[in-house]
Nanobody, 111 residues
Framework: QVQLVESGGGLVQPGGSLRLSCAAS????????MGWHRQAPGKQRELVAS???????NYADSVKGRFTISRDNAKNTVWLQMNSLKPEDTAVYYC?????WGQGTQVTVSS
């Protein structure tokens, strides 16, 4: 079993920044990609960014150049640095690893 716990969400003004963290625990070796997804009200959950154990990254077009995903394998932790936030980034953000999901953290971008 793997437990994923997100933190770092909150309310921020447009143009602001937030850094999300996801700490993984459990008895499994974290040898796969980890990802951040988000789900806005009335919309489907979408992939925001992912990172392999080796550090290869992938981003949704809507966040390229603004968001950065990073990972510390020794700490089983993944981060999502979000800059130049827009109101359309408002959503619940979820951390994922294989079939495991965190509980989500709310990000609200509003003036």
């Amino acid at each position: 079993q793997v437990q994923l716990v997100e933190s770092g969400g909150g309310l921020v003004q447009p143009g602001g920044s937030l850094r999300l963290s996801c700490a993984a625990s459990g008895s499994i070796y974290m040898n796969g990609a980890m990802g951040w997804h988000r789900q806005a009200p009335g919309k489907q959950r979408e992939l925001v960014a992912s990172i392999t154990r080796g550090g290869s990254t992938n981003y949704a077009d809507s966040v390229k150049g603004r968001f950065t995903i990073s990972r510390d394998n020794a700490k089983n932790t993944v981060w999502l640095q979000m800059n130049s936030l827009k109101p359309e980034d408002t959503a619940v953000y979820y951390c994922s690893f294989r079939t495991f999901w965190g509980q989500g953290t709310q990000v609200t971008v509003s003036s």
